[in-house]
């Protein structure tokens, strides 16, 4: 069955930096668009990023681009997020999700905290 | 981009009763490509609709997504008790796919 793990969370001081994978099992990587998605707490959801199975498509929201970087190895069914300039208003879950007209699938999430 | 507005914030309904959640854009959806997603506390988002109206797999058929252009409705037409959640919608119409803000329904 289709799985996808996030990792790499944790705690960061704000200006700092985070990479983000997410393991993904049960389907082919390379047939599908696959994107982020944040939830900061208490808050509603927000699209942040999509990459195409090629990664020749790539858009991201404008409170993370510059500073986001979306990518994947589909050789070994990883997408990543990496993530720099981190601010305060970044701390949030990040979900991994397949796209395929909307998201059929997520992670559980990992959280992202910028503390100092 | 494209803002979705959802309609009520929050809706307090019983057991049994139908609820209709609204969702309106800022500009027309291309190819009412709009989906739906329920949210219970402590989960990660659960796929309902796609396409404005097509269910995704595993969906009751209680749950029913309607609307064009720019107008969208999710109806739940009995409520359940594990109906009680969060439901968002969302639009991969145009580059920069968005959210609306969600609507909870509650007892």
């Known amino acids: 069955q289709v799985q996808l793990v996030e990792s790499g969370g944790g705690l960061v001081k704000p200006g700092g930096s985070l990479r983000l994978s997410c393991a993904t099992s049960g389907f082919r990587l390379s047939d599908y668009f696959m994107s982020w998605i944040r939830q900061a707490p208490g808050k509603g959801l927000e699209w942040i990023s999509y990459i195409s199975g090629g990664s020749d498509t790539i858009h991201y929201a404008d409170s993370v681009k510059g500073r986001f970087t979306i990518s994947r190895d589909n050789a070994k069914n990883l997408v990543y997020l990496q993530m720099n300039n981190l601010r305060a208003d970044d701390t949030a879950v990040y979900y991994c999700?397949?796209?395929?007209?909307?998201?059929?699938?997520w992670g559980e999430g990992a959280q992202v905290t910028v503390s100092s | 981009e494209i803002v979705l507005t959802q309609s009520p914030g929050t809706l307090s309904l019983s057991p049994g009763e139908r609820a209709t959640l609204s969702c309106r854009a800022s500009q027309t959806v291309t190819n009412n490509n709009i989906a739906w997603y329920q949210q219970k506390p402590g989960q990660a988002p659960r796929f309902l609709i796609t396409?404005?109206?097509t269910w995704a797999a595993g969906t009751p058929d209680r749950f029913i997504g309607s609307g064009s252009g720019t107008d969208f409705t999710l109806t739940i037409s009995r409520l359940e008790p594990e109906d009680f959640a969060v439901y968002y919608c969302?639009?991969?119409?145009?580059?920069?796919?968005?959210f609306g803000q969600g609507t909870k329904v509650e007892i």
């Open positions: 969302q639009q991969y119409g145009s580059s920069a796919w968005t």
């Open positions: 396409g404005a109206s």
């Open positions: 999700t397949r796209a395929n007209f909307g998201f059929d699938y």
